[in-house]
């Protein structure tokens, strides 16, 4: 990466502007997170409702401090097991962070991010970078500078540091206390945070949680055509489907186009192959409607699922 396009960058992002960067998971829409008039913009760019919180990506443990008064040990000793990488803490706020960031939350999200364009730009900035997705609301998220453009071609300014390597979202916990609950699965599993907390119960999202992640929506992430799941042989394929797979079978099904995210089921394959793989079918004018095979819910596959069903809720089932 150019270092002058990190000065360039660094230079909206201190004078109010928005910036779009890579992380390790999918590209972030960038603004100086102390400055409460520009993230507003960040949610009028994305089209966001206000009462989705925004996280803070921070470049140091100094940041974190700053963020937030005496973090507790637990998250202490997540950060230095998980960071830089994609893990978020959500934990209560210092004063400092301005209430549009948390939409009113008295807790914040941080994360360190895991990818030397982000972290380069955080710390020439001097300043924590608050960023959701580079997307609309509710559109599928970036996974290369091209997603970005296609969405938001507004935006101040674009970091290009090419496909990201994870390919879907951070692991969002929170901390209270001694309680530790998973709020957004993600790259790091509920079991690696268990083994990084000995002694320590860790929650699992359900209903009640809703009030503490109010953007987790059950409907996002969703192509601008329909989409559906697909199970192999059962589900009929209507003319003009993309369908995508998850693992090379010897007979091919019937369809305009098939895209394979991994030749074997590799979930790691799959995470990265995914936001890309429908963006592909979204832009080829050729598909009509769009068919996914599902992954088994195990491991990155609960993180993968849960993306999966999230981007197929608010189309009818073709079954
Ligand atoms: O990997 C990622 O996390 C990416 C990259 C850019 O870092 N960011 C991302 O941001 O996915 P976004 O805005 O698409 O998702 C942020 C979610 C919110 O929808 C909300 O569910 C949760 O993080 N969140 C943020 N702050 C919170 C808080 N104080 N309390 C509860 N949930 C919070
Ligand atoms: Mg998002």
Not at 128 to 151: E, R, T, Y
Not at 256 to 282: D, K, P, Q
Request: charged content about 20%; glycine content about 6%.
């Amino acid at each position: 990466m150019n270092i002058k396009d990190i000065q360039t960058a660094a230079r909206i992002i201190n004078d109010g502007g928005l910036v779009a960067f890579p992380t390790e998971t999918v590209y972030g829409l960038g603004a100086n997170a102390l400055n409460p008039i520009a993230v507003a913009k960040i949610f009028a760019l994305k089209e966001r409702p206000s009462f989705d919180p925004l996280i803070v990506h921070i470049g140091s443990f100094d940041d974190l401090q700053m963020l937030s008064d005496q973090p507790a040990e637990l998250v202490i000793k997540l950060a230095e097991k998980f960071w830089p990488g994609p893990l978020t803490i959500v934990l209560p706020k210092s004063r400092i962070v301005p209430d549009i960031v948390t939409s009113g939350l008295p807790t914040v999200g941080i994360r360190m991010p895991d990818n030397e364009i982000a972290l380069n730009l955080i710390r020439t900035s001097k300043c924590p970078i608050a960023a959701p997705s580079a997307n609309k609301f509710g559109n599928l998220s970036p996974v290369s500078s091209c997603h970005v453009k296609k969405q938001l071609p507004n935006v101040d300014f674009i970091l290009d540091g090419g496909r990201t390597r994870i390919g879907i979202e951070s692991t969002i916990v929170s901390i209270d206390g001694n309680v530790c609950t998973l709020i957004r699965p993600g790259k790091i599993t509920i079991d690696e945070i268990n083994d990084a907390l000995p002694g320590v119960f860790v929650f699992n999202t359900n209903e009640s949680h809703k009030l503490i992640a109010p953007g987790l929506l059950k409907s996002h992430y969703s192509p601008a055509k329909p989409l559906y799941l697909y199970k192999y042989h059962k589900t009929p394929i209507p003319a003009k489907s993309g369908l995508i797979l998850h693992c090379v079978n010897n007979r091919i099904p019937d369809c305009e186009r098939v895209i394979y995210t991994s030749r074997n089921n590799n979930l790691h394959e799959v995470a990265a192959n995914l936001f890309s793989s429908l963006h592909a079918m979204e832009d080829d004018e050729q598909i009509k409607q769009i068919l996914i095979e599902p992954v088994i819910e195990e491991g990155l596959g609960i993180a993968i699922m849960d993306r999966i069903k999230k981007a197929v809720f608010k189309y009818e089932s073709i079954n």
